[in-house]
């Protein structure tokens, strides 16, 4: 059974390369990444990261219809 290593966000930041904490935030409020609380802290489990470092950092892409 392996254990899935938990990073704050700061320290997710850090670990996807040195991205903003704002960047972190922001794919949590999207979906992008999916956090696991501890008590009151909100936490990232290692392997969503690496999840987000294989899609190579990029949002879904939305389609839309511009032909009116």
Not at 32 to 49: A, D, Q, W
């Amino acid at each position: 059974m392996s254990v899935d290593k938990l990073h704050s966000v700061k320290g997710s930041a850090e670990f996807l390369g040195g991205l903003s904490e704002y960047t972190i935030q922001a794919w949590l409020s999207s979906g992008k990444l999916m956090r696991t609380k501890v008590g009151s802290r909100t936490m990232i489990r290692e392997s969503e990261l690496l999840k987000a470092m294989n899609d190579g950092g990029k949002s879904p892409m939305v389609r839309r219809n511009l032909s009116k």
